[in-house]
């Protein structure tokens, strides 16, 4: 609620509002919007928050969270993780795939 317009001195001399209101600027100011999407992004990687946390190549329930619905690897700035836990992850994501565990590739049916 910022329209400042409203209180222009009235009946004074008369000048005030030449051109009637004044637009109040482009736009209505606040933030900017863009929300982030969809995505929970975390803000440090869930192995270094969670020490207890181990990175398994025979934990597919794990790794699963770390690939997409077709089985490709979900990369760093989505997942969240940092750089080492990540490369653990991939490594055990493609050990995971040898024993077929986890999908190389997810076809449609
Ligand atoms: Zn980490």
């Given at each position: 609620?910022?329209?400042?317009?409203?209180?222009?001195?009235?009946?004074?001399?008369?000048?005030?509002?030449?051109?009637?209101?004044?637009?109040?600027?482009?736009?209505?100011?606040?933030?900017?919007?863009?929300?982030?999407?969809?995505?929970?992004?975390?803000?440090?990687?869930?192995?270094?928050?969670?020490?207890?946390?181990?990175?398994?190549?025979?934990?597919?329930?794990?790794?699963?969270?770390?690939?997409?619905?077709?089985?490709?690897?979900?990369?760093?700035?989505?997942?969240?993780?940092?750089?080492?836990?990540?490369?653990?992850?991939?490594?055990s994501i493609r050990?995971?795939?040898?024993?077929?565990?986890?999908?190389?590739?997810?076809?449609?049916?």
């Amino acid at each position: 609620m910022s329209m400042d317009f409203d209180d222009a001195p009235r009946g004074g001399k008369g000048k005030a509002g030449d051109r009637g209101d004044k637009k109040s600027g482009p736009g209505g100011a606040g933030g900017s919007g863009m929300r982030k999407r969809g995505f929970t992004r975390r803000k440090v990687c869930r192995f270094c928050a969670d020490k207890t946390l181990t990175i398994d190549y025979k934990d597919s329930q794990l790794l699963k969270y770390f690939i997409t619905d077709r089985g490709k690897i979900i990369p760093r700035r989505i997942s969240g993780n940092c750089a080492k836990h990540q490369r653990k992850v991939a490594l055990s994501i493609r050990r995971s795939r040898m024993i077929a565990l986890m999908p190389y590739t997810v076809t449609g049916q």
